[in-house]
C-alpha cells in the first residue's frame, strides 16, 4: 500500500515536497516513480528511482528542478519540486513495482498511491 501526501497550492517559484510512504512490503525491493496527471490528460511520468536509491530517472520538463529520493529504513520515497511553474499543477501519484529496472510507462506500475493535488499559481 502507498500512501502520498504533501502536495497543495504554492505559487511559481516556489517548492513542494511530496512523500511516499510505503506499507506491508520490504521496500527496498521496488523500484518507485512519481507521475502526474491533470484532466483530460494522460498520467505522465515525472521521476523515477531503483530500490536501493542508486539510479534515478527524469522527465526533460522537470530536469534541473525535481529531485526524487528515497530513505528505506523510512519506507518513503520523496519528490522535491522547486521553481515550480504552472503547468507542473496536476495531480500527483507513486507508483512501484517489483522489478530493479525503471519505467516510465504507467501500466507497468502494479502499486499506486491515492494521488495529491499540486496547484502552482501564477
Known amino acids: 500500500q502507498l500512501q502520498a501526501s504533501g502536495g497543495g497550492l504554492v505559487q511559481a517559484g516556489g517548492s513542494l515536497r511530496l512523500s511516499c510512504a510505503a506499507s506491508?512490503?520490504?521496500?527496498?525491493?521496488?523500484?518507485t516513480a512519481w507521475f502526474r496527471q491533470t484532466p483530460g490528460k494522460e498520467r505522465e511520468f515525472v521521476a523515477g528511482?531503483?530500490?536501493?536509491?542508486?539510479?534515478?530517472y527524469y522527465a526533460d520538463s522537470v530536469k534541473g528542478r525535481f529531485s526524487i529520493s528515497r530513505d528505506n529504513a523510512k519506507n518513503t520515497a520523496y519528490l522535491q519540486m522547486n521553481s515550480l511553474k504552472p503547468e507542473d499543477t496536476a495531480v500527483y501519484y507513486c507508483?512501484?513495482?517489483?522489478?530493479?529496472?525503471?519505467?516510465?510507462?504507467?501500466?507497468?506500475?502494479?502499486?499506486w498511491g491515492q494521488g495529491t493535488q499540486v496547484t502552482v499559481s501564477s
Open positions: 507508483a512501484a513495482r517489483s522489478t530493479l529496472l525503471l519505467a516510465v510507462r504507467p501500466t507497468l506500475y502494479s502499486f
Open positions: 506491508g512490503r520490504t521496500f527496498s525491493d521496488y523500484t
Open positions: 528511482i531503483t530500490g536501493s536509491g542508486g539510479s534515478t
